[in-house]
């Protein structure tokens, strides 16, 4: 179920906003009824129609993405950047990313267009873990980084306890790869960790969304989930 609003937007009628405009108007009915209130329910068997026009609703797709660097997880960008719709033209359902990476960082992307598989991944009190994989500088050791497994303060909150790796360590450059496990998903959150233990990031990539990789994949390819894989995201989820 997803709420009424929500579905006219997806179906590209009208933005979210506009959607809720033409709701209190009366614009819309929902099984032939005219429906005027903000939030209601509704599934993929009812018939919505929109100045008695009726909407088509997509079915859902899942696609796991290789985002490259330089690349904006959005559908559109006021500064005409690229955002990761721009490599799904053949895909004619209207996706969008679920969550984001930074626009420097590359790595595992899920997009859709169901939006409560979003938002049961994205939702803080859901736990599916994440792991980046970070070119940081200085030399990363075991004490540096255990604060880590415990949690630490940023911006006033302290973060769920990380799990990390040191991959490799650099000691004439003073640069260490190191892999960082973590559930959460705030605004710059691996690299804010890192910094905040004395290891400035230079590159980041995230690894892997759950149980899924980037295995198969080069930079700017995707591929549809397999329906088991989707399961496994929502079971992971709870």
Same mark, same amino acid.
């Given at each position: 179920?997803?709420?009424?609003?929500?579905?006219?937007?997806?179906?590209?009628?009208?933005?979210?906003?506009?959607?809720?405009?033409?709701?209190?108007?009366?614009?819309?009915?929902?099984?032939?009824?005219?429906?005027?209130?903000?939030?209601?329910?509704?599934? %993929?068997?009812?018939?919505?129609?929109?100045?008695?026009?009726?909407?088509?609703?997509?079915?859902?797709? =899942?696609?796991?993405?290789?985002?490259?660097?330089?690349?904006?997880?959005?559908?559109?960008?006021?500064?005409?950047?690229?955002?990761?719709?721009?490599?799904?033209?053949?895909?004619?359902?209207?996706? =969008?990313?679920?969550?984001?990476?930074?626009?420097?960082?590359?790595?595992?992307?899920?997009?859709?267009?169901?939006?409560?598989?979003?938002?049961?991944?994205?939702?803080?009190?859901?736990?599916?873990?994440?792991? =980046?994989?970070?070119?940081?500088?200085?030399?990363?050791?075991?004490?540096?980084?255990?604060?880590?497994?415990?949690?630490?303060?940023?911006?006033?909150?302290?973060?769920?306890?990380?799990?990390?790796?040191?991959?490799?360590?650099?000691?004439?450059?003073?640069?260490?790869?190191?892999?960082?496990?973590?559930?959460?998903?705030?605004?710059?959150?691996?690299?804010?960790?890192?910094?905040?233990?004395?290891?400035?990031?230079?590159?980041? %990539?995230?690894?892997?969304?759950?149980?899924?990789?980037?295995?198969?994949?080069?930079?700017?390819?995707?591929?549809?989930?397999? %329906?088991?894989?989707?399961?496994?995201?929502?079971?992971?989820?709870?």
């Amino acid at each position: 179920m997803e709420r009424l609003q929500k579905v006219i937007a997806h179906a590209g009628i009208a933005s979210r906003r506009k959607a809720e405009t033409m709701i209190t108007e009366g614009r819309v009915k929902v099984n032939g009824q005219v429906t005027r209130e903000l939030g209601t329910q509704v599934s %993929k068997q009812d018939r919505i129609e929109v100045d008695n026009v009726p909407i088509y609703q997509e079915e859902p797709v =899942y696609y796991i993405f290789y985002k490259p660097r330089g690349v904006i997880s959005a559908v559109t960008d006021d500064k005409k950047r690229p955002v990761v719709t721009d490599y799904f033209a053949g895909v004619p359902e209207r996706i =969008y990313p679920v969550g984001r990476l930074d626009y420097d960082t590359s790595g595992l992307l899920l997009l859709t267009n169901d939006g409560n598989f979003a938002q049961k991944l994205t939702h803080p009190k859901h736990e599916v873990e994440k792991t =980046y994989v970070a070119k940081v500088k200085g030399n990363a050791s075991k004490e540096k980084l255990m604060p880590l497994t415990k949690g630490i303060r940023i911006e006033g909150r302290k973060t769920a306890p990380a799990r990390f790796e040191i991959l490799s360590v650099d000691h004439q450059k003073e640069t260490s790869i190191v892999e960082l496990t973590i559930h959460e998903g705030r605004n710059h959150q691996v690299k804010n960790m890192l910094q905040a233990v004395g290891l400035p990031v230079q590159k980041l %990539k995230r690894e892997r969304y759950g149980a899924l990789t980037l295995a198969g994949l080069r930079p700017g390819q995707y591929r549809p989930l397999h %329906k088991k894989e989707v399961t496994t995201l929502l079971e992971d989820a709870k």
